[in-house]
Structure formats: C-alpha cells, structure tokens
C-alpha cells in the first residue's frame, strides 16, 4: 500500500510539475513492453534544497532524461544516495518519453532525500549502476546538472 500511495504522490506531483514549468506531457501511441535490460537513461539534474522556486513545492527532485528514440517503461529502475541500493526509490510504474525528460519528485516519506551538503545521486536497474550525478553544497533553490 506504501509502494501504491508514493506512485500515486509521484503521478501527481508530476502532473503539477508539468503544469507548473509549460511543458507538453508526451504520450507514447505504442503500448510499452517491459524492460529486461537497461536503456540509456541518465541523470541530468537535481534539486536537492528547492524552495518553490519550479513545480511549486519545497520537495527534493531527480531530472532523467531519455536517449532512446522510444518511450522507455521505468519498471525495475531504482533512484538512490547509496550505491547498493538498500535505501532506493523505486520508478516502478512510471515512463519516460523517448528523447525526453521526466522530473522525479522525491515524496516526503521516500526512503532517501537528496543532502543540501552534497552527494551523489545513483540510477540503479537490475542491481547496477547505469547513471550517477555527484554535486557540491548548494544554497537553497540551486539545481546542478
């Protein structure tokens, strides 16, 4: 029910960031198949201590962007501060367009946040490592990519 409630906080925060930044949500017109190996999928931006400042909540946020010409389904992709995975965010039921980007917004009971003090951010599937983005302390609303 956790699982459930936090895709649903994620959908939703999604959809307000969507409004909330112009941006034209993408809608594959092909059903997605289920992922067995990963795609190219990175990390390119994070906002560790945002102030309101985009998608109008103070909520840590993780952008992914996807080099696949095709919609990728992110079941089986874990976000996370720690390598092993053992505090991930699970991307299960989400998408990413193809060649396109998705704002990933950590809900508050998410089992990790993103430190103000500086970290790394990792993207796991299958147990590996496929994307990591490591930033410095940052003041309140700063983003790095």
Known sequence: ??????????????????????VEPT??????IPQVSAKNITITEVMPDNEKLCLGHDL?????????ESAVNLDGYILTDDPSGSDGFSLAGLQIPGEGYLAVVLPENAAFHLSAQGETVYLLFGGNVISQL?????????SFS
């Open 1 to 22: 029910m956790k699982r459930i409630t936090s895709l649903l906080i994620a959908a939703v925060v999604f959809l307000t960031l969507v409004t909330a930044c112009d």
């Open 134 to 142: 490591t930033f410095a302390a940052s003041e309140q609303g700063e």
């Open 27 to 32: 809608v594959p017109q092909t059903p997605l």
């Open 60 to 68: 840590d946020w993780v952008e992914l962007y996807n080099g696949e």
